[in-house]
């Protein structure tokens, strides 16, 4: 049960949109599986349409990116557990990392873009690596 409920918290860390910025006249997100646009109307470009159409620039944009393959690692790691063989401090790391790399991207856009931008996936993937090590941690002190 307990391997559950880390794997729904991890997972749904990845279902948030992980950016979500706004701008005259509309909205948009990126999440770790698609791009978003809320306005005119909803439309989803899959990450891997836009990764075949696109040219994707680096520095701060390339953050967004290499946070999708730290999440994809994370969620790597966390199938191990089923199998009894994930340290759960690579797991947390890996999502840790894919936060911190989520917000480097979000205050780029905003920087570069001028566009207010609100870093959700950031938020929940840091939230979800300090709860899963806290909880994990702390189990490892108890006594047997």
């Known amino acids: 049960m307990k391997q559950r409920a880390r794997l729904l918290a991890v997972?749904?860390?990845g279902v948030v949109p992980w950016t979500v910025y706004f701008y005259d006249g509309g909205a948009g997100g990126f999440a770790a599986y698609a791009l978003l646009s809320f306005t005119?109307?909803?439309?989803v470009t899959?990450?891997?349409t836009y990764l075949d159409n696109a040219v994707v620039p680096g520095g701060w944009f390339s953050a967004w990116l290499?946070?999708?393959l730290?999440?994809?690692l994370a969620l790597l790691s966390l199938a191990f557990a089923f199998?009894?063989?994930e340290d759960y401090r690579v797991t947390d790391g890996l999502l840790a990392l894919a936060g911190l790399n989520e917000l480097y991207f979000a205050v780029g856009f905003y920087a570069n873009r001028d566009y207010l931008t609100l870093p959700l996936g950031a938020l929940c993937l840091l939230a979800v690596a300090v709860w899963d090590y806290r909880r994990e941690r702390g189990r490892a002190f108890r006594p047997q």
């Not at 005119?40 to 439309?43: A, D, E, L, M, R």
């Open 83 to 85: 199998l009894d063989l």
């Open 11 to 13: 997972v749904l860390a």
């Open 46 to 48: 899959d990450l891997l």
């Open 66 to 68: 290499t946070g999708v």
């Open 70 to 72: 730290l999440y994809a």
């Open 40 to 43: 005119p109307s909803f439309h």
